[in-house]
DNA sequence: TACTGGATTCACT
DNA sequence: GTGAATCCAGTAA
């Protein structure tokens, strides 16, 4: 398998986001096919609509993991995208394939459908945490590629931007997977 | 320095 | 469907 290339993530978050799916992420030894996606750009529910020190990373870089804390007790691992603008896509859920038994010893279940479907499962069963907040993706944590998705198996949910009041494509997920988190 | 709320998950009803 | 768990970044003073 190949990683995808620093220049991968130079491009539109929500473009990125939408070929992100089909892709396998991996983590030491453990890895999964990504199923679900979100892209987050200048929008009121981004980090980055906000100038500060937690959110730069999301204007200055592409190709990097931006980790972040959240509800007291979970991360969430997103990957930094658009190197003229500002762009960052959540990891929702992914079809593990490979670590499936530390996955499971990780998540203390055995359910494979609880794995790694949701943003903060998926980092708690791959074992990421906020050391691994702002590395280059490569090397022990990487994306790499896959053939690609037929856009017949992709569902898209939407919302209303607030740049021009249109709708834009958001969320990503791969129809009828059993390993996403969208109910 | 103190306060507020969150890109979630899970147990419980 | 509802609420608790839990702590950090951001904001206001």
Same mark, same amino acid.
């Given at each position: 398998?190949?990683?995808?290339?620093?220049?991968?993530?130079? *491009?539109?978050?929500?473009?990125?986001?939408?070929?992100?799916?089909?892709?396998?992420?991996?983590?030491?030894?453990?890895? *999964?096919?990504?199923?679900?996606?979100?892209?987050?750009?200048?929008? &009121?529910?981004?980090?980055?609509?906000?100038?500060? &020190?937690?959110?730069?990373?999301?204007?200055?870089?592409?190709?990097?993991?931006?980790?972040?804390?959240?509800?007291?007790?979970?991360?969430?691992?997103?990957?930094?995208?658009?190197?003229?603008?500002?762009?960052?896509?959540?990891?929702?859920?992914?079809?593990?394939?490979?670590?499936?038994?530390?996955?499971?010893?990780?998540?203390?279940?055995?359910?494979?459908?609880?794995?790694?479907?949701?943003?903060?499962?998926?980092?708690?069963?791959?074992?990421?945490?906020?050391?691994?907040?702002?590395?280059?993706?490569?090397?022990?944590?990487?994306?790499?590629?896959?053939?690609?998705?037929?856009?017949?198996?992709?569902?898209?949910?939407?919302?209303?931007?607030?740049?021009?009041?249109?709708?834009?494509?958001?969320?990503?997920?791969?129809?009828?997977?059993?390993?996403?988190?969208?109910?």
């Amino acid at each position: 398998m190949v990683p995808l290339p620093h220049s991968w993530f130079a *491009g539109d978050t929500v473009d990125l986001a939408r070929k992100l799916l089909g892709k396998t992420v991996r983590r030491g030894d453990c890895a *999964g096919i990504i199923v679900e996606t979100e892209a987050y750009t200048v929008d &009121p529910a981004s980090h980055a609509f906000h100038v500060t &020190p937690r959110s730069a990373i999301m204007r200055d870089t592409y190709g990097y993991w931006y980790i972040y804390f959240t509800y007291g007790m979970h991360w969430c691992a997103n990957v930094t995208t658009d190197a003229d603008g500002i762009g960052a896509i959540l990891i929702r859920a992914v079809k593990p394939t490979e670590g499936i038994s530390l996955m499971r010893r990780r998540r203390r279940t055995t359910l494979m459908q609880n794995l790694c479907s949701g943003p903060a499962k998926f980092c708690e069963a791959f074992g990421i945490t906020g050391k691994e907040n702002h590395l280059p993706l490569g090397g022990d944590f990487a994306i790499y590629d896959a053939p690609k998705i037929q856009s017949r198996n992709i569902e898209a949910s939407s919302r209303i931007g607030i740049r021009n009041g249109t709708e834009f494509p958001w969320r990503f997920y791969i129809k009828e997977s059993p390993f996403i988190s969208h109910r």
